[in-house]
C-alpha cells in the first residue's frame, strides 16, 4: 500500500507565501508523476501543476502559472508547492495525487493525499 501525507497549508494574507509538501510513502516501485490538484468550496476539483518524475517535465495550470513551482525530491519521494504572491481565490484545499508502480509488473495506480487547507485572506 501506498500513502501520500501532505503539510504546509495554513493561513496566509494575500500578497504572501506557503510551501507544500506531499510525501509519499509505502511499496513503491517506481512514480510516474506527481501532481497538485485544489478543490474550492461549491467548485469541482482542479488541476494545479504536474511534475513527470524521471524527465522532470513540469506543467501548470494558466491561473497559477508565474506565481507557483513545483518541485520534486527524487532520493525522499516528495513534491513541493512553492506559492507565491496568493490571492484570495487561491483559497482551497489542496491535494498531492501520485501516479506509483508497486512493483515491476504492477500497474501504476493512482493515488489520493487527504488534503490541506490554504486560506488567503484579502
Known amino acids: 500500500q501506498v500513502q501520500l501525507v501532505e503539510s504546509g497549508g495554513g493561513l496566509v494574507q494575500a500578497g504572501g507565501s506557503l510551501r507544500l509538501s506531499c510525501a509519499a510513502s509505502?511499496?513503491?516501485?517506481?512514480?510516474?508523476?506527481m501532481d497538485w490538484f485544489r478543490q474550492a468550496p461549491g467548485k469541482e476539483r482542479e488541476f494545479v501543476a504536474a511534475i513527470h518524475w524521471s524527465g522532470g517535465t513540469i506543467d501548470y495550470a494558466d491561473s497559477v502559472k508565474g506565481r507557483f513551482t513545483i518541485s520534486r525530491d527524487n532520493a525522499k519521494n516528495t513534491v513541493y508547492l512553492q506559492m507565491n504572491s496568493l490571492k484570495s481565490e487561491d483559497t482551497a484545499v489542496y491535494y498531492c495525487n501520485a501516479q506509483i508502480k508497486s512493483s515491476l509488473l504492477a500497474a501504476s495506480i493512482d493515488y489520493w493525499g487527504q488534503g490541506t487547507q490554504v486560506t488567503v485572506s484579502s
Open positions: 509505502g511499496r513503491i516501485f517506481s512514480i510516474y508523476s
